[in-house]
């Protein structure tokens, strides 16, 4: 297994395909909270055929290390050094809720790293009192005794999937239940902290990212409604924003053509991009 050190413990890494051109950007793809890389299974493929595909897990998800307490921009930090250390040049990051929150970060941390930016079903708003309460609660649930497969069905997974998925996809349910029964409860804990409960506002922040970014939502998305999207694209100027019908949180995964459809001649069309 591969693995990369950063700020926040080693990184679980998978590393596929290969440049076509000298000079070509690498995908770096960045997964949403309780999932890991192979959330990213149905773009993997048609980016491995453009280009270098570099797909990890975050920190305390998946095979990556017990972070310790951490906010985002620290995450994106750390995202930085694995870019650095890994070799990667300038990236075109594809990041899903959490991931996208890193990836808007490392745009205007680092500029000189990013050449495009896709955004998935993600938010830089602060999150409301309600629903920082309420992962404190869960948090505290999962510190003790885990996440219970039954709260993971009827709390966690209308949340993740529309209901179009959980009518006709529940082996990606059974997948989600498994997956996250396996995560480290205390990684879990303080991913969960830095992305939903201890989160700032990020939206005037946003105005710094200079990269060609595509926006993408799930309409059916109850994570993050459609209106977190469209307010990122908004205060990023140029900013395309996609919709996706019928698919809910994790877009990639519950529609992967759909999707599929609009990241990829985004990203065909960037992909050689000097500019910084």
């Known amino acids: 297994m591969a693995y990369v050190a950063t700020r926040l413990g080693r990184w679980f890494y998978e590393d596929r395909g290969a440049p076509q051109r000298e000079g070509d950007a690498t995908f770096l793809l960045l997964h949403s909270l309780l999932c890991d890389g192979g959330m990213w299974r149905g773009q993997v493929g048609p980016l491995a055929a453009l280009g270098r595909v570099v797909v990890v897990d975050g920190p305390g998800h998946g095979k990556s290390d017990v972070p310790p307490p951490f906010t985002l921009d620290e995450n994106a930090r750390a995202v930085a ?11 075109i990051v594809l990041g899903l809720s959490w991931g996208g929150m890193l990836g808007t970060r490392l745009a205007y941390m680092y500029p000189e790293k990013v050449a495009a930016l896709v955004v998935l079903d993600s938010s830089a708003d602060a ?14 649930v ?11 069905r009827k709390k966690i997974a209308p949340l993740m999937f529309g209901p179009r998925t959980l009518r006709s996809r529940p082996e990606l349910v059974d997948e989600l239940v498994r997956s996250v029964g396996g995560f480290s409860r205390e990684g879990l804990v303080r991913a969960t902290y830095a992305v939903s409960i201890d ?25 993050t409604p459609a209106h977190h999207s469209r307010r990122i694209a908004t205060r ?41």
């Open 81 to 91: 050094d694995a870019v650095d250390r890994l070799g990667l040049g300038r990236v």
């Open 127 to 140: 999150p409301p009192l309600r629903e920082r309460l309420e992962y404190r609660l869960l948090c505290a």
């Open 142 to 152: 999962a510190r003790r005794v885990g996440l219970p497969p039954a709260l993971i």
């Open 199 to 223: 989160r700032p506002s990020n939206l005037e922040r946003l105005r710094g990212v200079r990269a060609p970014t595509l926006v993408g939502y799930g309409e059916a998305d109850l994570a």
């Open 236 to 276: 990023i100027e140029g900013a395309t924003l996609v919709p996706f019908a019928g698919v809910g949180h994790l877009s990639a995964l519950e529609d992967p053509e759909s999707v599929n459809a609009a990241i990829l001649p985004f990203v065909k069309e960037h992909l050689g991009r000097r500019d910084a």
